[in-house]
Structures are given as structure tokens and as C-alpha cells.
């Protein structure tokens, strides 16, 4: 029987009461103790079923993920044999800590918060391995309780703990030292208080850990309704175009002058930025914090105040004989569009105009009534990472817009954007707002309005819903989007701490596996010329995502943009976020010293399987005293077509199971047989990539799998159709694409002839490895292919 939730809502707490969950075949069913709730609920749920928790186990497909369950847990039945956990308590108030039960001996995988912006993936096996502020905990369980690595790996399942919103009030997870699981769930205003929380933690389980997800975020979705998961979101075109992003190259210095000179360097190398984001630096600021002539101190331009929505006196027109500035802002963009064909220019901006906010007393920003604020981190957050642009706010304080005037606001500033020619922004910032809730509702009611209005305004002054999410890796943001579909998915590229650039490789490819259900993630620039360059290029390759460098002017590695980026500038991105296969999910890719990070993703055609090998080159935040100082000269992991998920899919009909697979990095071409396996070996910040294509069967025995264009990283990705047809005495393969370059593939037999755009085109074909090859030549953005048999 349901349990009508409605109901107990509306009911003061206090203890003793009891749901029933019913089984469900293999399902997930609470073991014998009866929950106590208040008396006042007796009378109006009578007909409620009795509930018991039987020795207090929580017993999921006969396992028991938690054990020594707490009698004021409550249990919520869901859809699709899923479950919510909650518990009450005897007082109210704005945050409470709930044990939840024991976990233990679980391979688990926790991505959490290590600082307020940013998760990354901690790997363990029991709850003291959970940190505080876990927002996806996913366990890998054997069907038979048999959890030795010889374990038959088909009787593997998944039990996912996803801790949600619930009304005014967020949730996450943390474990103890008693290998204890709870959940804390607060407001972040203490004038919003509750004693019972019912929909809290999400828990469902499942044989497939990316459906899982996929299933468990719709199932939130219909429930809560105060997001929507990716697949219903309409998505920029500004993530199918080669991209530059001015930070990097010039941090606060930007301006015309630079920007015109970084279009003109990557336009002629062959790899034109069709996609600009001018980052931090054009904005019109007050900082009272920092003197003109005065030493700068580290940090101040976090206590910098928007006085203005307009430009700065940099990008106003005011050196009219420098090159690159024009009359005005709308004049230098409408310039470097038409002369560098760039599609779309984004700004940045933070989510409350800057750092510091929007300036109270300003002429042009008074009308905002921001009021000034001293942040106030969650318990959770400083048991963490500390961040430096966060303690600099807290000292400066954050000059809040009134809440009633933020839809004014972001209409204003991005009206004034639009009417410049700019096409869409960068918002971050984002998680700010957790730490502003005191007086207006909480975290998630400030959230929620800030959201609401930045999407209507996005959606109504800008085209192709032209927004990137960043700094906002909260479950406050990330369940407050209903518009937005690109967020950034980790911590920032640094290209010149030694010690992040595998984990930030890493922590994009764990962080997918929650982010990319509800947004596209983000795995922001990077340079090109750089000791880790060939790593970060070939991670973005197969990441489903928009790609864009942030090289210095004229410091541009062209080869290996050309490996990533068509001659018109498009670039060729995988269907779905780049996420860890899964043999890699409960390893740690970074720190343990043996495990190589596998990533997979799919296009229409083929799969791609990239493998890296981040040991030795990288820590984890909060984890320095547990991780590994050396690792041996090569690691070794095996490969197979099985690391590419729903590849059966991808092949349709009369698909063999045997694979032809690429490799980028020795261009070979070899036939792998149905669950056949081969091994890698790489030294460390080395990678490679695989193109993985099902070998078909067509008329006249033919067996063929396309590569695609063999020099491009994401080779498949130029291969857009194939049709099989009978023309005469002759077999026809059809094949459309885009790209110019080497295209590539596997075919059983030599064809008697090609047809490129309807033009007889030369062929080479080596009878020892079935490869094909032939030219498409410069200058063909689409093109069409005919192989007769």
C-alpha cells in the first residue's frame, strides 16, 4: 500500500508511528523493527499500513547495504522499486546530522564537495570512507554475497544513495568513524527550522551503473520537479565549435587588442576559434580593497564590486589608434566576428554580478538594493577544503542583490550584452548563494529564485539557450536547473600546479557520471603548449563536450589542435559525457599506484575508449598521508570492446560481435574477437585512444566497420550515415560524413571501385590488416561515399 506523503507532511513531529515498504521480488525490502513516530499521527493515519524494520537492516537484492538502522528512520516507497530514506527527530531546527545505519565491506564510490565550488571522487569500502558533503554514493554488491575479486562479475548490481532537496532544506551524506552513515540536511537559515524530513535520500539499485543514475535522476525529476535531466534541455551551439577562452592567456588583462591578436594566431594555423568566452577583465569594478600604486594583496579582487553593467574603459573605445579597439564594445564584436568568423562570443560574469557583488551606492547599480553580506559556510564545506576566494568574501562580504530585484537585474545586464552582440554568457560564482541564506528562506528558496531568474532572463535576451554553468557543483544549483545544460565539472584547470592535471582529467570523467544526467559537463580550457597538453586533448576528445584552449597569443601546439579541431572549425564530440568504465569505477585512477583510468563514450557508428595513466603525476585534496609517492615505470590494463557501453546499440542488425579497433597513437588496425581482451601498457601522463567499431555483416559476405577520419582523436565522430544498398551486380555502402583528412576503415574485402561526391576516387587497401584509407581532400565539409563490392 502507498503511503500518502501528502499527509504525514502536514503534521507536526513527535515520536511513534510506522511504514510499510512492501518487497518486491529481488528487491529492496527493510527488515523487521518497528519506527516510532509521534503520537499525534496515530489518529490521523489509521489506515496507514504497519511498518517494521526486522533487525534493523535495510536489505537491498538480498544484500544489506545497511545494518543497525535507527528507529526514527522513516521510509518513503518510490517508483520503479526505489526508496526514500528520512528520519524525524524530537526537536526542530535548521540543521540536523541523522545516522542512517552501518556501512561496510561495499566497494563504494563517493563524489563529494572538497571544496564549496567543486567534487571530486573519493573510492573506499566502508561508511568511515564517506567524507562530509557526498553528494552520489554508489556501492557495487554481488547478488550472492561472494564480494571476492574472483566473483562472478554478471551477478554484479549497484545500489545508488542519492541525498536530494526536500522542500526548503538540501542534503548530503557523510560517514563516521563507527563506519556509520548519515545524512545532514539543513536549511542555511536558522529561522527555517523542521523536525522531520521524509524525502531525503534516494536509494535504488540496479545492474547497470549509468541507467542507474540515468533512471534514479528521472525518478527525482517526476518527484521533485525542480530540475530537468539533460536529455530534455535544449543545447547551445556553441559545443560543436572550436573555442578560446581569454583566462588563461591573459587573466584580469584582456582586452581588444589581445583578444584580436589570439583570434588572428589560431585562425592562421588552420584551427580558427569559432567560440570566444571573454573571461574576467572586462567588466566596469570598484575595489575598495585594493589601492592604485599600493602593492597588490593576494586575493583582494574577490572584494571587487560591479558599479556598472557596462564595459570597462578597456574595451569603451578609448585608444582609438590601438589595434583591435574600435568605437565601442558592440563595434570591436561585431569586428571580430566578421573578421575572424567567430559565431559566438560569451562573457563572463559572476552570478551576482562580481565577486563581491553588485555595489550598493554606485549611480548605475544603487537600484539593485544589494545589501552587504558576510558569508556563512556550512559545517560540512570546512570540514573540507578551504578556498581562497571563498575566505576572501567572507572577509570582504558579497554585496547581495535584493532577491525582488534580480530579475530586474539580469534582464538589464544581459539586454545590454545582447544589444552588444554578445550571444550568451558564463555565470559563475554559483554556489555562493548557500552561504547568503540567512533572512530570505534558506539556501534552496535563495538558490531556486536566483536560478529562476537567470534562466528566464537567458531565455528571453539570448538565442540557443547560451549559458555556461560553472562554480556550481552543489545539489542547491544542480537540482535548480531547468533550463541551463553545460556546467562545469570540476575544479579549474591549472596549468601550473604539477599536481592537478591528472586528477583533474579524473575527477571530469567520476564527476559525469552524476552531472552529466542533468547537464552537459564542462571540462573547462587548457593550453595546448604544455607538458600535459597531449593528455588534457585527448580526455576532451572523447568527453561529449565543448572544447576550447586558453593558449597565449601566438604559443599554439597546431598539430595537436588539428587532431581535435575540423578546418572550419567544428570539432567532432562524442553523443554522451566521457564517464570511467566500469571496471575503473571503484579504483583510484590517481593515488593507488596500479590502476589505469579507462574512459568510454559513443557516436553514431562506433565507440571511443580512451586510457590513461594518471599515477604518479597527481594527489587528492585531503588525502596526502593515504596516497601513493611512486608507481612502477609502466602500468598495465587490459582493453576490450566491453568497456564501451551500449555499443550493441550502436552496431543495430546483423552485427557479429568481433570489433575492429584503432588505435590513434600507432595507427593500426586490428580485429578483435567478440569478448576478446588486449593490453595496455603506459608510462605515466601517457594516454591513448581507441576507436572501437562493430564489424558488420552486409550482401556478398562483406564485413565492414567504419573508422572515420583516422588522424582526428574522436575518428568515428566524422561518421555521420551508412546504407547498405544493391545497385546492379554491385553491393553499395553508403557512407556520409564530415571532415576532410584520411578517412579509415575496416572491410573484409577490397572494393572494386569508390565514388567520393559522385567522383571516381583512388583507394589503398592492405590485404594484412583489412584497412582501408583514402583522401578526403581540403575543403570538403560534408561528403558523401560510395564503396561498391
Known sequence: MAIICSTVNSLHLE????????????????????????????????????????????????????????????????????????????????????????????????LFRFKIWWMIPRIGHSGSDIPAETQLLLLEAKANGDESPKADKALRFYILF???????????????????????????????????????????????????????????????????????????????????????????????????????????????????????????????????????????????????????????????????????????ITAIKETFGVKYVYVWHALMGYWGGVHPNAPETKKYNSKLLYPEQSPGNLANSRDLSMDCMEKYGVAMIDPNKVDEFYDDLHAYLASQNIDGVKVDVQNILETLGTGYGGRVSLTHRFQEALEKSISKNFQDNSIICCMGQSTDSIYSSKAGAVTRASDDYMPRNLTSQTRHVAAVAFNSIFLGEILVPDWDMFYSVHYAAEFHAKARALGGCGIYVSDKVNEHDFDLLKKLVLPDGSILRANYPGRPTRDCLFSDPVTD??????????????????????????????????????????????????????????????????????????????RLPKNGTFGVSLKVLQCEVFTISPIKVYDKNVEFAPIGLIQMYNSGGAVEDIDPSNKNSDMVLHIEGRGSGIFGAYSSRQPKSCMLNSRQEEFKFSIADSFLTLNIPTGAHSWELDLFF
Not at 86 to 102: D, M, N, P, T, Y
Not at 296 to 306: D, H, Q, S
Request: with cysteine.
Open 15 to 110: 515520536p511513534s508511528f510506522a511504514f510499510f515498504l512492501p518487497s518486491k521480488s529481488n528487491g529492496i525490502a527493510l527488515n523487521s523493527r518497528r519506527l516510532r513516530f509521534p503520537e499525534t499521527w496515530k489518529h490521523s493515519m489509521s489506515q496507514a499500513n504497519k511498518s517494521f524494520i526486522q533487525n534493523g537492516v535495510l536489505r537491498i537484492n538480498g544484500r544489506e547495504p545497511l545494518s543497525s538502522v535507527p528507529e526514527n528512520v522513516v521510509v518513503t516507497p518510490s517508483s520503479n522499486g526505489s526508496l526514500f530514506l528520512g528520519a524525524v527527530s524530537q526537536e526542530a531546527s535548521s540543521r540536523h546530522i541523522f545516522k542512517l545505519g552501518v556501512v561496510k565491506d561495499f566497494p563504494l564510490l563517493s
Open 162 to 332: 542519492l541525498p536530494v532537496l526536500d522542500g526548503q532544506f538540501r542534503s548530503s551524506l557523510q560517514g563516521n568513524s563507527s563506519n556509520e552513515l548519515e545524512f545532514c540536511i539543513e536549511s542555511g537559515d536558522p529561522f527555517v527550522k523542521s523536525s522531520k524530513f521524509l524525502e531525503v535520500v534516494l536509494v535504488n539499485y540496479g545492474e547497470d551503473p549509468y541507467h542507474l543514475v540515468k533512471e534514479s535522476i528521472k525518478i527525482l525529476h517526476e518527484k521533485k520537479g525542480t530540475f530537468l535531466p539533460c536529455e530534455n534541455k535544449q543545447m547551445p551551439g556553441m559545443l560543436d565549435w572550436f573555442g578560446w577562452c581569454t583566462w588563461d592567456a591573459f587573466y584580469h588583462d584582456v582586452s581588444p587588442q589581445g583578444i584580436t591578436k589570439g583570434l588572428r594566431s589560431l585562425s592562421e594555423g588552420g584551427t580558427p576559434a569559432k567560440f570566444l568566452i571573454i573571461d574576467d577583465g572586462w567588466q566596469d569594478v570598484a575595489n575598495e580593497f585594493q589601492k592604485e600604486g599600493e602593492p597588490i594583496v593576494e586575493g583582494c579582487y574577490f572584494g571587487g564590486r560591479l558599479v556598472s553593467i557596462r564595459e570597462n574603459s578597456k574595451f569603451r573605445g578609448d585608444n582609438p589608434t590601438s589595434e583591435g579597439t574600435t568605437n565601442g564594445f558592440k563595434d570591436f
Open 593 to 670: 599506484g596500479k590502476s589505469l583510468l579507462k574512459i568510454w563514450n559513443l557516436n553514431k557508428f562506433t565507440g571511443i575508449l580512451g586510457v590513461f595513466n594518471c599515477q604518479g603525476a597527481g594527489t587528492w585534496p585531503g588525502l596526502s598521508g593515504n596516497q601513493s609517492n611512486s608507481c612502477p615505470e609502466f602500468i598495465t590494463g587490459q582493453v576490450s570492446a566491453n568497456d564501451i557501453e551500449y555499443l550493441d546499440k550502436v552496431a543495430g542488425n546483423n552485427w557479429i560481435g568481433d570489433c575492429a579497433i584503432y588505435s590513434f597513437d600507432f595507427g593500426s588496425l586490428s
